[in-house]
């Protein structure tokens, strides 16, 4: 009797899964349907499904002009967006499954359910990471946070690929944590999709593997690489030139922001001036803090990661505002370390930061829909403030994050937590 119940208990999960991910992906192509334009998911799905029905290079005229027609119902004017694709061959294989599905609403519609379990998957990975043990309540709250603030909606909403970037950065600091070195360098490899956002990121990674002897991450990352680049070669040997001649093309038409870019905005004679102190500061502090790693734990890995990511906006890469999901990384750190320190009496102090939290995304929300700010506040106020905050909070927190616990009542206190 007991293997029926367990047997049937099974089934039953299986199929409130299965009807959980149908009812999502049909939502989501009706969402597709009422809300055409985006470009992010468009453009590389009609690439790889050219490719695969006709065999055209996906960075090819032909390939672009199909992607213009659709999308503009015209070829692209002078200044317009050509909408070449300008994501890298081996990346190409996540969209090939979706490739397959010749009606666009229900392909996007999957992809956002897709994207949907990873954006949830990706917040209990970082909570996991940052080590916090949570109750259900604020786990409930942060996982909302995770989905409905600015930086998870609208990559979630124009389906960009950031989203499965950051779940596989968070990944990798897991991995890494477990001692599981080849699945970390394998998840190394994602990072470089987005090298402006993750390059940082990826050095910092790699070095430390390196200089703490850690060559599974080295050899996880040549055999995924290797086996990533080695298909690509073998379905389009030519694929690299003409991708590299596309990004060129992509970038000037889609530049990004820069913190010198902002500065030269609002004061157009120093602003330059202004973004490479900036540059040159926060370089010299990433470079301080990663030799002071090298010899430290896990801890410390965690803490530092999360500082170049907080820095990675500000060091003077152009990015784009969508692609600070990633930054849940370093806010949930920082939170996490106020709830191990603060506890007892002090427990509303941190119950009161995560409200806080929650406000000021609502206030964003608000903010935007309501007095749908300029360009460059946006910018000012997404870019620069929110990564500058982080910093700060990382500082604020850096003692406690990079020390266990000084006495053997903190010990017995965080395993009783």
């Not at 080695?230 to 530049?255: E, Q």
């Not at 609002?266 to 030799?291: D, H, N």
């Amino acid at each position: 009797m007991s293997r029926y119940i367990k047997f049937l208990s099974t089934v039953t999960l299986i199929l409130i899964i299965l009807a959980t991910l149908g009812g999502l992906t049909w939502g989501n192509t009706l969402f597709a349907r009422e809300n055409l334009g985006e470009t992010d998911f468009l453009v590389p799905w009609l690439a790889a499904q050219t490719f695969l029905e006709y065999g055209n290079n996906p960075y090819s005229d032909p390939v672009t002009q199909r992607s213009q027609l659709i999308h503009y119902g015209r070829l692209a004017d002078i200044g317009e967006d050509p909408l070449r694709l300008h994501v890298p061959f081996p990346a190409m294989f996540i969209y090939f499954p979706f490739a397959l599905i010749d009606a666009y609403p229900l392909a996007r519609g999957m992809w956002m359910t897709l994207l949907e379990i990873a954006l949830v998957a990706f917040a209990f990975m970082t909570i996991k990471v940052s080590g916090w043990r949570i109750n259900r309540f604020l786990l409930l709250a942060l996982l909302l946070l995770s989905i409905f603030w600015v930086f998870g909606l609208f990559p979630l909403f124009y389906g960009q690929a950031i989203i499965l970037v950051s779940l596989s950065t968070v990944g990798v600091l897991l991995a890494l944590r477990g001692e599981q070195d080849e699945l970390a360098g394998a998840l190394l490899v994602p990072l470089l999709f987005k090298p402006s956002l993750c390059g940082l990121l990826f050095i910092f990674l790699m070095g430390s593997a390196i200089a703490h002897r850690r060559w599974g991450v080295l050899g996880g990352f040549l055999m995924a690489s290797g086996i990533l680049v080695g298909l690509s070669f073998l379905l389009l040997p030519d694929w690299l030139l003409p991708y590299l001649r596309s990004l060129v093309v992509h970038l000037s038409f889609n530049p990004g922001i820069t913190p010198a870019g902002i500065f030269i905005s609002i004061w157009p004679s120093v602003g330059k001036q202004i973004g490479w102190i900036i540059t040159a500061l926060l370089t010299l502090l990433l470079a301080f803090e990663f030799r002071a790693m090298l010899q430290k734990e896990s801890r410390h890995q965690i803490w530092t990661s999360s500082l170049i990511i907080a820095a990675s906006p500000l060091i003077g890469f152009p990015i784009s505002p969508f692609d600070y999901l990633i930054m849940f990384i370093p806010l949930i750190l920082i939170l996490a370390i106020i709830a191990e320190r603060w506890r007892g009496s002090q427990k509303w102090l941190y119950r009161s930061i995560v409200i806080t939290v929650l406000l000021v995304t609502l206030w964003v929300w608000i903010w935007l829909y309501f007095y749908k700010p300029s360009s460059t506040e946006v910018a000012v106020n997404l870019t620069l403030v929110f990564p500058f905050l982080l910093l700060l909070g990382l500082y604020w927190i850096r003692w406690w994050a990079i020390h266990p616990p000084r006495t053997w009542f903190e010990i017995i206190r965080n395993e009783l937590r």
